[in-house]
């Protein structure tokens, strides 16, 4: 059970490039989001989903796309890197809670990205 | 204003004091709250979810404020491997899972 798994650890972009950061997860969750994590800021939602074939924005949605075509996978897209890209992204995972008892999210390792 | 705040510290504390961090929220209608413990360069991981009632597990309590919209985190007999930063988190929507985070408060425990 590998729980939510990111790839890559780490990617150094140059501005304009594209890219797909990859997230999955083996535990069934119907849940899935991304997050980026910027010093002082803590960690800000990008989107998230709630199950495949849906997907909504979080707080700073603009430069980034995301799909959900299986309930596993939930990539990150960044059509044009910018600099202001450049952060720590997390995949997040969680079940569906009922009314009051969400269930807590586990989050992959992480990718450190450097948009130069 | 961010939706979920809290003071980013750091807190600098000896071994076996005792430090709380609060975390405000501006959404009325949110729902769940818990604290995360993020390590240095490391995933956020699970520390406690946080009840209506309050709650504790070992050296740690959780509480919550509704009426002034808030939740605490109280850490006893801190010990040097509490060194970490603490992340509130809340959501106001029971079906989605969608946790809003705070800006994460920085606890360093020295010797």
């Known amino acids: 059970n590998a729980g939510v798994t990111q790839t890559p650890k780490f990617q150094v972009l140059k501005t304009g490039q594209s890219m797909t950061l990859q997230c999955a997860q083996d535990?069934?969750?119907?849940?899935m989001s991304w997050y980026r994590q910027d010093p002082g800021m803590g960690l800000r939602l990008i989107h998230y989903s709630v199950g495949a074939g849906i997907t909504d924005q979080g707080e700073v949605p603009n430069g980034y796309n995301v799909s959900r075509s299986t309930t596993e996978d939930f990539p990150l897209r960044l059509l044009s890197a910018a600099p202001s890209q450049t952060s720590v992204y997390f995949c997040a995972s969680s079940r569906q809670g009922r009314t009051g008892n969400n269930s807590p999210l586990h989050f992959g390792n992480g990718t450190r990205l450097t948009v130069t | 204003r961010k939706e979920v705040e809290q003071d980013p510290g750091p807190f600098n504390v000896p071994e076996g004091a005792t430090v709380a961090f609060n975390c405000t929220y501006s959404?009325?209608?949110?729902?769940?709250f818990f604290w995360y413990r993020q390590d240095c360069r490391k995933e956020p991981k699970l520390l406690m979810s946080?009840?209506?009632s309050g709650n504790e597990d070992g050296r740690f309590t959780a509480q919550l404020n509704r009426a002034s919209q808030y939740i605490s985190l109280l850490i006893r007999d801190s010990k040097l491997s509490d060194s970490a930063t603490y992340l509130c988190?809340?959501?106001?929507?029971?079906?989605?899972?969608?946790?809003?985070f705070g800006q994460g408060t920085t606890l360093q425990v020295k010797p």
């Open positions: 988190a809340v959501t106001h929507s029971s079906n989605t899972g969608k946790l809003i």
């Open positions: 959404n009325s209608a949110s729902q769940s």
């Open positions: 946080v009840y209506s």
């Open positions: 535990m069934n969750h119907e849940y």
